[in-house]
C-alpha cells in the first residue's frame, strides 16, 4: 500500500524595512493527515493554527509546541476552515454542505447547518459578525453568527465562487470565481461595488492589502494582479509565473506578496487510481514580490502540489500545506 502524508511546512520570515529579499529559514515540518490538506490558517493571536483535509479531518495545532490540540472529525471531505477573530470558534465546511461550528478549547461541536450548494471557502468578518461563504452555486451567503440565519445572500458571479477576503475593515468582501471575475461588495448592502475583469482563467487566491488600499488576486492564467480598491483599476500585473497562482498572501507589514503556482494536472498511478500531479512536470516556484513594482525579491523552489499558504498576523511565520511523497525544504544562506 502507499502512504501519502500531509505536510504543513513553516518559515520565519525576516522583516526589517530596508531589504534586499525576505530571509526564510525553515524550522518545522509538521504531520497529520493522511489525505491533501485543503487550507491552513492561524488564530488571530498566531498561537493556534488549523488544517483541513480530504481525510474528513480537521486538526488544531499549538504553534508553540507544534502538537496537536484537537482532531475534530466530520463525514465528508472538508473544504474549507475559518477561525472567528477572538480564536474561540472555529468553523468548518465539507464536501457535503454541511458546516459545523466548533468551541475551539473543548473541541466540541456547538451548531451545524447547511449551505446551498459544495463549499469553497470561508471568512469570518473582523467584527465576527458574519460567517461569509463561498459555494458552486454562484451564490455568497452571508451567514449572521449570532442570530444562526443567513443575512444577505450576494449574487454577481456567473459561475462558481472560488476565494473570499474581508477588508481589514469588515466593510468590504471581495470574491473571486470561475467566471473569471474579481468583484467587490459592500457588506452592508449586499450589493456589487464593482466587477473587475482581467483574468482569463478561474480565480484561486484574493487578499487585501494590510491597509485595505488594494486587492491582489491570482488565477491559473499565470498571472497575479493587483487592484485598487477605490478605483478597480489595475495598478500591476504580476507575470513572474510559469504556472497557475494557487495561493497568495500580503505580509502585514504591506512590503510585499507572497504567491505560489502549481497548476495541478490527473495522472492515474496503480490500480488506476488518480493522482496529483504537476501539469507540465516541472519545477514550481514561491515568489516573494512587490505589489506595486512587481520586483521580485526572492525566489524560492516551491511543491507544483501546494494548495494553499498562510501567514501569522505578526507576519513572523508562513505556512505552505500540499500533498507530497518527498517535504520540500527551503532554506536561505
Known amino acids: 500500500m502507499?502512504?501519502?502524508?500531509?505536510?504543513?511546512?513553516?518559515?520565519?520570515?525576516?522583516?526589517?524595512?530596508?531589504f534586499a529579499g525576505p530571509v526564510f529559514e525553515k524550522i518545522k515540518t509538521v504531520k497529520g493527515h493522511s489525505e491533501d490538506i485543503r487550507q491552513v490558517i492561524f488564530s488571530s493571536d498566531g498561537r493556534k493554527m488549523a488544517t483541513c483535509s480530504d481525510d474528513k479531518n480537521v486538526i488544531i495545532w499549538d504553534t508553540t509546541t507544534w502538537k496537536q490540540l484537537k482532531t475534530l472529525e466530520q463525514k465528508?471531505?472538508?473544504?474549507?476552515i475559518a477561525f472567528t477573530p477572538d480564536g474561540k470558534k472555529l468553523f468548518s465546511g465539507d464536501k457535503d454542505k454541511v458546516i459545523f461550528e466548533w468551541d475551539v478549547t473543548s473541541g466540541e461541536r456547538v451548531n451545524k447547518f447547511k449551505a446551498y450548494n459544495t463549499i469553497s471557502d470561508m471568512k469570518v468578518s473582523p467584527d465576527g459578525k458574519y460567517l461569509a461563504i463561498a459555494t458552486d452555486d454562484k451564490v455568497i451567503a452571508l451567514w449572521d453568527?449570532?442570530?444562526?440565519?443567513?443575512a444577505k445572500k450576494l449574487k454577481g458571479h456567473t459561475s462558481d465562487v472560488r476565494r473570499l477576503a474581508f477588508s481589514p475593515d469588515g466593510s468590504k468582501l471581495v470574491s473571486g470565481g470561475k467566471d473569471n471575475w474579481v468583484i467587490l461588495w459592500s457588506v452592508a448592502s449586499g450589493e456589487k461595488i464593482r466587477i473587475m475583469k482581467g483574468h482569463s482563467q478561474e480565480i484561486d487566491a484574493i487578499a487585501f492589502s494590510p491597509d485595505g488600499k488594494y486587492i491582489a488576486s491570482g488565477a491559473n492564467d499565470n498571472l497575479a494582479t493587483v487592484w485598487e480598491t477605490e478605483t478597480g483599476e489595475s495598478l500591476n500585473i504580476f507575470s513572474e509565473h510559469g504556472d497557475g497562482v494557487r495561493s497568495l498572501v500580503w505580509h502585514p507589514s504591506g512590503a510585499f506578496i507572497v504567491s505560489v503556482e502549481?497548476?495541478?494536472?490527473?495522472?492515474?498511478?496503480y490500480w488506476g487510481v488518480p493522482v496529483r500531479t504537476s501539469a507540465d512536470a516541472k519545477s514550481c516556484k514561491m515568489l516573494i514580490w512587490e505589489p506595486k513594482s512587481g520586483k521580485v525579491l526572492t525566489t524560492l523552489p516551491g511543491d507544483c502540489n501546494v494548495n494553499h499558504i498562510s501567514i501569522t498576523p505578526d507576519g513572523k511565520l508562513l505556512a505552505t500545506a500540499s500533498t507530497a511523497v518527498t517535504i520540500l525544504e527551503y532554506r536561505n544562506k
Open 76 to 80: 465528508e471531505e472538508v473544504r474549507a
Open 2 to 18: 502507499i502512504h501519502l502524508y500531509m505536510i504543513v511546512v513553516f518559515f520565519v520570515v525576516s522583516t526589517s524595512t530596508a
Open 145 to 150: 453568527i449570532a442570530d444562526k440565519s443567513v
Open 262 to 269: 502549481g497548476k495541478i494536472g490527473v495522472a492515474f498511478g
